[in-house]
């Protein structure tokens, strides 16, 4: 968490160095060109007398100004990058919550048989309590897809509460029977809006449609509850909230992730994400953030 505190208070004084001389350099320029310009009409043009003859100086000099910026407007956007630091997610300390998803267990396979295998079907008073057995490739048969979300409550270790993201609460319970059987300890809640509910979303063109991991704007307003959650039962303030939350990306959907690193950009929110393929259970984390004239590396 050291290389993490260094790497934000460089990226911030770097950032904050560059954005005032940006800042700085026009506003000289633009002081000395209108200090010009009076000294100019002074000599110049003495019969400006009036207030609608310095009204019109001023709108052609602010006319010229906005030409300038207008001109200017499409190199200075492309000034803005994001990145994104990576950590190892075992060096993540002092965030006791997690907010996540998780990947839905299908009632049939593609054959169209019922599916007797994995999570839900899953015997646990069978099933040794030890997480790091739990996590082995060899149990991902029976654990399924819920298999990462314990990789990931693993690699960040002292985890006290998780916030889980659900729009259809059918599997809930499943889910959190099996991260409460492998970490006692965890308080497994699910996020609701004001009124109970797990529908929440700023969707104006098709309201009835039923929100899920694919909904951008779902899944966002979901991470937005939990974290007024968190800091209403923490009574703890919004900032203070984000300060101690991890968001994990790896319910299997791509709008999903994509909502949490948004979501994370220049916030003191960090997300993590568990590997697939050759790096299974490895588990990284990544510090989002936007950037105001950043020198693009080659």
Not at 93 to 121: A, E, F, K, M
């Amino acid at each position: 968490m050291r290389d993490l505190k260094r790497h934000r208070q460089g990226s911030r004084l770097g950032g904050a160095f560059r954005l005032f001389v940006n800042i700085l350099v026009p506003a000289l320029l633009l002081g000395l060109f209108m200090t010009f310009v009076e000294r100019l009409a002074d000599r110049a043009l003495p019969f400006l007398v009036s207030a609608w003859d310095f009204l019109w100086a001023a709108l052609i000099v602010a006319a010229l100004f906005f030409a300038v910026v207008y001109y200017a407007y499409g190199r200075l956007s492309r000034q803005v990058s994001a990145s994104a630091h990576a950590i190892d997610a075992r060096t993540i300390g002092g965030r006791p919550y997690l907010i996540c998803g998780y990947s839905p267990i299908p009632d049939t396979d593609r054959q169209g048989n019922p599916v007797t295998h994995g999570p839900r079907n899953l015997d646990l008073a069978t099933f040794p309590r030890d997480i790091e057995q739990a996590i082995r490739p060899e149990h991902q048969r029976a654990l399924g897809p819920w298999q990462q979300n314990l990789r990931v409550l693993h690699a960040l270790g002292r985890v006290g509460a998780l916030y889980v993201i659900n729009p259809d609460i059918d599997q809930f319970e499943d889910f959190a029977r099996v991260i409460r059987h492998f970490l006692p300890k965890v308080e497994v809640n699910l996020v609701t809006g004001p009124d109970r509910s797990t529908i929440f979303r700023r969707d104006h063109h098709d309201p009835g449609r039923a929100p899920d991991y694919g909904d951008f704007d779902y899944v966002t307003g979901g991470i937005e509850q939990a974290l007024g959650m968190i800091a209403r039962r923490a009574r703890i303030s919004r900032p203070e909230a984000e300060a101690q939350t991890v968001i994990d990306a790896t319910a299997g959907f791509k709008t999903f992730s994509i909502a949490a690193a948004i979501a994370s950009v220049n916030r003191d929110l960090l997300l993590v994400y568990a590997r697939t393929g050759a790096r299974t259970g490895e588990v990284i984390g990544y510090d989002v953030e936007v950037q105001l004239f950043q020198h693009e590396t080659p």
